[in-house]
């Protein structure tokens, strides 16, 4: 243990170096206003008011999360999504009723994007009967099957077989469906990210592959896991695989829109890497000796909410007044998500055997 | 009397066939069965159990996939939980490593994970087994692993009546139905009637009943042990075979019934011994027919080896009827 901890060390020494300068080289990247002001445009107010709302929904959940796994009050595992919220939120936006989302270990924000409630899903952290599982799946394992949500998933890159089987069902059952399978930088390496992908190539399928590369897998960045970026790969499958500012919700938004509609048509499947950061550690525990704070700081200030606001209200389609509401709203329906949860019942013994298999 | 040997009519076709009549008279009855694994399309399936389907349904029903078994795994959970019903096929059971993160972290846990609310009618249906020279990585038996992960039921049968009854209830069930085919049954021939019937999932099945030693067993073993019966028979030795058919949920009273009856038990499977599913039904009678007992519960298992290629060599490390005839007779030394 203790030689892992000294080989951690000097590697974070030499990362500190590399992250600045990846830092710097992404920093002069800039942001496609046209996309902004013609995609912004062409929003109706409730689909901007929804963009905003759940981008807040996505943070201060988490943030309470956070209090609330600091207090002792939950356990296990916590991913957070703080930073990436246009991602889910852009792409969700893109979805009709009934499209189908595969999520991941870090899965909170897909699942709010995709409409869950966030007094089931702090009950379900909380570890009580009314959460989305009875308490039986944690924050890791959420799902919502009435909104297409096929769920959260513990396992690095084992949404995206299951993702292309959705797709599959889509095409043979003909409900003109697509599916989003949301996952990491991380799941490029494994071979579930390859067979699904491929498969789904092959055949066609009506799936978008949408990798959030937030950059670190852990401690290990994408540079090293993958060895050419993910958005290089579409060439080897025969489809298309932009890369995406994945702060820019707007950016998102229209890509997904675009991959959803070529889904539709039965033109096949997209590959989309969206560039995004966690502004947190990994989980609540991280060793923070991998990404300097000024690489922090870089990606903070290019906070997807923050932008979004600023462009909404540039174009003056809300006022500082509007967003302070949303907010409000907000605050009520968190504090009530937490007392929900704390309220709520834990589950009894007797459920321990119960719901392995369909009667 | 064993109910898949007393029928009267008289059809006899081969378990592949058998079992292509599951999957045929399902997918007619449902348009949202479907098959998908690799060459079961043009090529008919490896042991031709899917040859005719691609011509009578199509390609979106008989669909083939590129060598991907995680993939094909996967395609199976999503298609269930999106509302179709896949009948996932395995080239090998063998070849299942591959899909083994799919199969027992998706698609056996999705439902208990989602506290209850995910339904996945979903088959994976997969050849298993020895003795067809296919030495280690095409021969193994391996069912063991399966029946160890809560949220999987796991088929087996050693009749073509058995495999259509078994696979028709597996493909109608909301839950992940394991269907191990042993390949040495694919072209046994045996009596399947012109009517429809389902086999229930966890009813074991008496195949020959007898007085002095209980062997229960499971797929083609269920011959071995058929054969031993009928040469001890000779020396004044009566058999009791019991085929369990489904390893879970398992059929417990059954196999007690039999204990209770004969006080004697083997236990025979074709898996390596040491850590086999025979260790569990050893250990449910010696835990619940203790009292009963006249003997030690014997296991007969393979050797703690690869599948050896070479005939002999294969031959020599799995049990037949003259390592189960001898496991009998010392089941009945072993009076205390």
């Not at chain 1, 901007?48 to 759940?54: A, D, G, L």
């Not at chain 2, 008289?10 to 045929?24: G, H, P, V, Y």
């Not at chain 2, 509302?83 to 056996?108: C, H, K, L, T």
């Not at chain 2, 809560?150 to 109608?172: E, F, Q």
């Amino acid at each position: 243990m203790a030689a892992r901890r000294r080989a951690v060390a000097r590697a974070s020494s030499k990362t500190g170096k590399a992250s600045k300068a990846r830092a710097k080289a992404t920093k002069s990247r800039a942001r496609p206003t046209a996309t902004v002001n013609t995609t912004l445009k062409s929003m109706d107010d409730g689909q901007v008011r929804w963009i905003y709302q759940t981008m807040r929904r996505i943070r201060r959940f988490e943030e309470t999360a956070e209090e609330a796994f600091k207090a002792a009050k939950m356990r296990g595992a916590l991913h957070f999504y703080i930073g990436e919220e246009a991602t889910a939120t852009g792409a969700c936006a893109a979805l009709e009723d009934g499209d189908f989302i595969t999520s991941t270990h870090r899965g909170h924000g897909h699942c709010i994007a995709k409409g869950a409630r966030m007094d089931k899903m702090m009950a379900e952290l909380f570890g009580r009967t009314t959460g989305y599982s009875g308490g039986k799946g944690g924050s890791m394992h959420i799902a919502d099957l009435e909104l297409g949500n096929l769920g959260a998933n513990g396992i690095v890159g084992a949404g995206i077989p299951i993702a292309t089987g959705a797709a599959l069902g889509s095409k043979l059952r003909q409900d003109g469906q697509v599916t989003i399978s949301f996952f990491g930088d991380g799941a490029g390496p494994t071979g579930a990210f390859h067979e699904g992908v491929n498969v789904a190539a092959t055949m066609k399928l009506p799936v978008i592959f949408l990798c959030e590369n937030n950059q670190y897998g852990m401690a290990t960045h994408n540079e090293f896991a993958n060895a050419a970026p993910i958005s290089a790969r579409g060439p080897a499958y025969s489809i298309p695989s932009p890369k995406i500012d994945g702060n820019d919700v707007f950016e998102v938004y229209e890509t997904v829109k675009e991959a959803a509609d070529r889904a539709r048509n039965g033109e096949g499947p997209t590959l989309i890497e969206s560039l995004t950061y966690r502004h947190k550690g990994h989980t609540v525990l991280d060793q923070k000796n991998y990404r300097t704070k000024e690489e922090i700081a870089e990606w903070v200030a290019r906070d997807p909410i923050e932008r979004f606001r600023t462009a909404v209200s540039s174009a003056k389609r809300m006022t500082a007044k509007e967003f302070d509401a949303i907010d409000a709203d907000i605050e009520r329906e968190i504090e009530n998500a937490v007392s929900f949860a704390e309220a709520s019942p834990w589950p009894t013994l007797d459920a321990i055997e119960r719901d392995v298999y369909a009667e | 009397m064993a109910n898949t040997m007393s029928n009267g009519a008289t059809r006899e076709i081969f378990m592949s066939e058998a079992l292509r009549e599951a999957i045929d008279e399902e997918m007619q009855r449902d348009p949202t069965v479907f098959l998908v694994g690799e060459e079961i399309g043009v090529w008919g399936g490896s042991y031709a159990v899917s040859a005719g389907l691609l011509e009578k349904y199509g390609p979106d029903r008989i669909v083939d996939t590129p060598i991907a078994e995680a993939a094909i795994a996967g395609l199976g959970i999503g298609a269930a939980l999106t509302g179709s019903r896949p009948i996932a096929e395995f080239m090998y059971s063998d070849f299942m490593g591959i899909a083994m993160d799919q199969i027992v972290n998706q698609a056996a846990k999705n439902r208990y994970m989602f506290g209850g609310k995910a339904r996945l009618p979903l088959t994976y249906r997969a050849p298993f087994g020895a003795g067809t020279g296919n030495a280690a990585q095409h021969t193994q038996s391996l069912e063991a692993w399966f029946v160890h992960v809560p949220g999987l039921k796991v088929i087996t049968a050693s009749t073509p009546y058995d495999a259509k009854g078994l696979l028709k209830s597996a493909i109608r069930e909301d839950n992940v139905v394991v269907s191990f085919e042993h390949k040495a049954l694919y072209a046994m021939r045996g009596h399947v009637p012109e009517e429809e019937y389902l086999v229930p999932i966890g009813v074991a099945d008496v195949k020959r009943e007898g007085t002095d030693v209980s062997v229960i067993t499971y797929a083609r073993q269920v011959h071995y042990a058929l054969e031993a019966a009928e040469q001890l028979a000779a020396e004044g030795i009566s058999v009791e075979v019991v085929d369990v058919r489904s390893l879970y949920p398992l059929d417990t009273d059954a196999i007690l019934r039999s204990v209770r009856k004969t006080h004697r038990a083997v236990v025979l499977y074709e898996a390596v011994r040491f850590g086999g599913f025979g260790a569990e039904i050893a250990s449910q009678i010696q835990e619940l027919a203790f009292d009963d007992l006249d003997a030690p519960v014997l296991r007969v298992g393979a050797a703690h080896a690869p599948v050896p290629f070479s005939e002999p060599l294969e031959q020599g490390s799995f049990p037949d009827a003259e390592k189960v005839a001898a496991a009998i007779r010392e089941s009945l030394q072993g009076v205390r």
